[in-house]
């Protein structure tokens, strides 16, 4: 020990030395991972790319669907859960505190099973949309965002989506009988005195929620696909993916 501390400044050097060689080796490795990423990515043909990516959105797209369309797909998963219109939050408050909480529940409940029921004929929709992807949308796409490829479908989608969804929605309402919930909170709420009568377009709104929630769920499984290799369930998604 005595002849340790005989030599400090050599004890200091060699430390110095082998913290000096870590962190070389460290930047080789990374050097090295970078230049093997470098060329995997050289090597997928552009065909290689827009497959990977549209099967990343079909992927994404079942995935959501079929979590969204369970039953209480979309209740139970608060990201997404559908609750009063903003129009209406003072007239839910209201019904509140008059004793019409279980009635305000039920509805909330119905207007999430519109949702859910409707989500039922969303893939259809969703993976023809992707169809009309190019190989410069691909290329932007793989180096593009955690989630681009969402983004993309998205912008090129929201209104045709809007269009395509929005009978379909007012048949899953239909079919849940929401009015049946709605009518009565309405009537009660709208005779009550000093308030602000409300009739919000609860087909239009439940089209709205729907998309956005299931666009949410998409967003979430692409980030998946990008990070966690245990979500590149196909040869292609690994392929591509696996290379960035």
């Known amino acids: ?45 552009n065909d290689d790319i827009v497959k990977g990516l549209k ?7 079942n995935n959501s669907v079929a979590s969204a369309s369970k039953t209480d797909g979309f209740l139970k998963n608060a990201a997404i859960k559908i609750v009063f219109p903003s129009d209406a939050r003072d007239m839910e408050t ?36 992707v169809t009309n992807m190019t190989i410069s949308d691909g290329i932007k796409l793989l180096n593009g965002g955690d989630n681009a490829a969402t ?8 209104a045709q989506l809007k269009s395509a969804f929005t009978p379909i929605v007012k048949a899953a309402l239909a079919k849940v009988k929401l009015t049946e919930y709605w009518n009565p909170l309405a009537s009660t709420y709208n005779k009550l005195p000093f308030v602000k009568k409300v009739n919000p377009d609860l087909d239009a709104y439940v089209t709205n929620k729907t998309i956005d929630g299931l666009f949410k769920l998409i967003a979430n499984e692409e980030y998946k696909i990008r990070k966690d290799p245990a979500a590149r369930v196909s040869d292609i998604l690994k392929k591509v993916f696996g290379a960035k």
Not at 30 to 41: C, E, G, M, R, W
Not at 151 to 158: F, V
């Open 151 to 158: 983004q993309y479908l998205k912008d090129n989608t929201s």
């Open 94 to 129: 209201q019904l509140r505190n008059i004793g019409m909480g279980e009635q305000c529940d039920k509805f909330v409940e119905t207007l999430n099973h519109g949702a859910e029921e409707a989500s039922k004929s969303a893939a259809t929709i969703f993976i023809n949309a």
């Open 1 to 45: 020990m005595k002849t340790l501390y005989r030599y400090p400044l050599l004890i200091i050097f060699c430390f110095c030395l082998l913290s000096d060689m870590q962190l070389k080796a460290q930047i080789i490795n990374d050097l090295l991972q970078t230049a093997t990423n470098v060329i995997s990515k050289s090597s997928l043909s």
């Open 55 to 61: 099967e990343a959105l079909n992927v994404g797209t």
